[in-house]
Nanobody, 126 residues
């Protein structure tokens, strides 16, 4: 059983930066893929960024965050990060990390993930 714990959320003014982290525990899989998702009040959960934890470390980003957010893994491939720069009020949401394994085409789809963290709140004020 994989367990995920997020950290790094908080409150920041527009234009500021935050770094989210997500640590995984449990059996390691060579074909993990990881994602960050977010959900604002009254809205559906949406994909933010995906990364594949194999040799190519391929990524995919939502258009709303391209050029501002960067998803990455540490060298041990068990901690996920999301560097968020130039934050906007519309980035305010609960952010969740997720992981699963197998072949994956990097779609920003929550349905592709079985394991989720508890979420960390990000609030951006104008």
């Amino acid at each position: 059983q994989v367990q995920l714990v997020e950290s790094g959320g908080g409150s920041v003014q527009a234009g500021g930066s935050l770094r989210l982290s997500c640590s995984a525990s449990g059996p390691w899989r060579s074909q993990w893929y990881w994602g960050w998702f977010r959900q604002a009040p009254g809205k559906e959960r949406e994909g933010v960024a995906i990364i594949r934890a194999n040799q190519d470390s391929a990524t995919n980003y939502a258009d709303a965050v391209k050029g501002r957010f960067t998803i990455s893994l540490d060298d041990g491939r068990s901690t996920l990060h999301l560097e968020m720069n130039s934050l906007k009020p519309e980035d305010t949401a609960m952010y969740y990390c997720a992981v699963d394994w197998g072949s994956y085409d990097l779609r920003l789809s929550a349905d592709a993930f079985r394991y989720w963290g508890q979420g960390t709140q990000v609030t951006v004020s104008s």
